[in-house]
Structure formats: C-alpha cells, structure tokens
C-alpha cells in the first residue's frame, strides 16, 4: 500500500513544480480560436524561434509537428505544449506528407492534460477546436479549414 501513496505524492511534486513554469509560458489561447491559418499561427513562432525551425515529425497527412525551442514555455488553455501543429498548402514552411493533406490549412497543439480537462477549457474559452486524446495525459487541440 505504500509505493502507491508515494506514486500520488512524486506526482503531484512533479506538477506543484511545474505550474511556476506554466504561470510565465507564453498562451496559446488567442490563436486556438480556430479563426486563423496554420501560416499565421506557425510564422510568428518561427520568427520568434519560440519553436525549432524543422518539423520533428512530419504525418503522411503533412501536418508537421514542431518541438517548442530549448528553454520555451510554451501553453495553451493552461496546459503545457508538447509540440505546435500546422500544414498550408504551398505555403514553403511545411513539408508535404506522403499522403493526402488533410486540409488545405489546419493547425494546433498538443498538450500535457487529460482530453477531458482540456475540451473543458477550450469550450470555456469559446473556441470550437477539435480536442482529441492522443496518448494518456497527451491531447491534441486542433483547428482545420478546407
């Protein structure tokens, strides 16, 4: 019975310690109203190198997932960024999957919060974003326009 109680505790050390950090990261949130393009959300972080200049993934769907840059706070509705998502047809800063793109502009992020939690905030905040779990404590927040 105790290593369980020792798990709750290193797990709530480990995300006491984290929310100084959250409280100076740079918000997302504007940009996750699903009123822009992947070009606008992505080109200002780029040139800000708030996040790395090639994509540490790129889906055969061609939406590239960007790293925050060494020593970024990154968040988005409170939660922190793993990674910035965008694909724009012919738009030179994305890479083109081997597959069908999935739109012609859709951006995002991906963030450390269960999907729950974070569909939560994201439709408080009155923004119509897809939230879609990825992985436990993974969620993506997603904006997509044809």
Not at 10 to 30: E, F, K, R
Not at 75 to 101: C, H, W
């Given at each position: 019975m105790k290593?369980?109680?020792?798990?709750?505790?290193?797990?709530?050390?480990?995300?006491?310690a984290?929310?100084?950090?959250?409280?100076?990261?740079?918000?997302?949130?504007?940009?996750?109203?699903?009123?822009?393009?992947?070009h606008?959300?992505?080109?200002?972080?780029?040139?800000?190198?708030?996040?790395?200049?090639?994509?540490?993934?790129?889906?055969?769907?061609?939406?590239?997932?960007?790293?925050?840059?060494?020593?970024?706070?990154?968040?988005?509705?409170?939660?922190?960024?793993?990674?910035?998502?965008g694909?724009?047809?012919?738009?030179?800063?994305?890479?083109?999957?081997t597959?069908?793109?999935?739109?012609?502009?859709?951006?995002?992020?991906?963030?450390?919060?269960?999907?729950?939690?974070?569909?939560?905030?994201?439709?408080?905040?009155?923004?119509?974003?897809?939230?879609?779990?990825?992985?436990?404590?993974?969620?993506?927040?997603?904006?997509?326009?044809?």
């Amino acid at each position: 019975m105790k290593q369980p109680a020792r798990s709750v505790r290193l797990l709530a050390s480990t995300l006491i310690a984290t929310l100084p950090a959250l409280s100076h990261a740079l918000a997302l949130d504007a940009q996750l109203d699903c009123k822009s393009n992947a070009h606008a959300f992505i080109a200002p972080l780029l040139q800000q190198h708030l996040i790395e200049e090639k994509p540490m993934r790129v889906e055969k769907n061609s939406v590239n997932a960007f790293r925050p840059a060494k020593g970024t706070e990154l968040s988005a509705y409170d939660f922190r960024v793993y990674a910035v998502l965008g694909y724009q047809k012919d738009d030179p800063i994305f890479t083109q999957g081997t597959g069908e793109p999935i739109a012609d502009s859709a951006y995002g992020a991906v963030v450390v919060g269960l999907d729950s939690a974070v569909e939560a905030k994201v439709r408080a905040a009155g923004s119509d974003a897809v939230v879609h779990h990825v992985a436990p404590f993974i969620t993506a927040i997603f904006c997509k326009q044809d």
